[in-house]
Nanobody, 118 residues
Framework: QVQLVQSGGGLVQAGGSLRLSCAASGGTFSRYTMGWFRQAPGKEREFVAGIAWVGDGTRYADSVKGRFTISRDNAKNTAVLQMSSLKPEDTAVYYC???????????WGQGTQVTVSS
C-alpha cells in the first residue's frame, strides 16, 4: 500500500535551520502535487508549502515566505522542505501530503515534530 515516510525535524534554536524529507512508496506518483502542512498544539492543521507536479510552480503560506523552500524529486518520489530562519511560532508537527491531480487519492505522512526554542 502507499506509504509516505517522513524524516528530519527535531529541536533547533530560533534562527536555525532544519530539513524535512518525505519519501513515497507503494504506488506510482505521476500527476501528484506535493505539499507540507503543520499543526501546532490547540490549532488546526494549516498549509505551509506546495509544489506542482511539473515545472517550478510553488506556493507558500505568507508566514513562511522567504524562509522555507519546497522541492521535489519525481524520480525518487520525494519531497523536501528546507526551513531556515526558524521562529518559535514555527513549532508544530509537520505533515507531508501527496495529492493526485486525476483522482481523489491523497496521502499523508506520519508527522514530524519541529520545535524552535527562543
Amino acid at each position: 500500500q502507499v506509504q509516505l515516510v517522513q524524516s528530519g525535524g527535531g529541536l533547533v534554536q530560533a534562527g536555525g535551520s532544519l530539513r524535512l524529507s518525505c519519501a513515497a512508496s507503494g504506488g506510482t506518483f505521476s500527476r501528484y502535487t506535493m505539499g507540507w502542512f503543520r499543526q501546532a498544539p490547540g490549532k488546526e492543521r494549516e498549509f505551509v508549502a506546495g509544489i506542482a507536479w511539473v515545472g517550478d510552480g510553488t506556493r507558500y503560506a505568507d508566514s513562511v515566505k522567504g524562509r522555507f523552500t519546497i522541492s521535489r524529486d519525481n524520480a525518487k518520489n520525494t519531497a523536501v522542505l528546507q526551513m531556515s530562519s526558524l521562529k518559535p511560532e514555527d513549532t508544530a508537527v509537520y505533515y507531508c501530503n501527496f495529492r493526485s491531480l486525476t483522482s481523489p487519492a491523497a496521502y499523508w505522512g506520519q508527522g514530524t515534530q519541529v520545535t524552535v526554542s527562543s
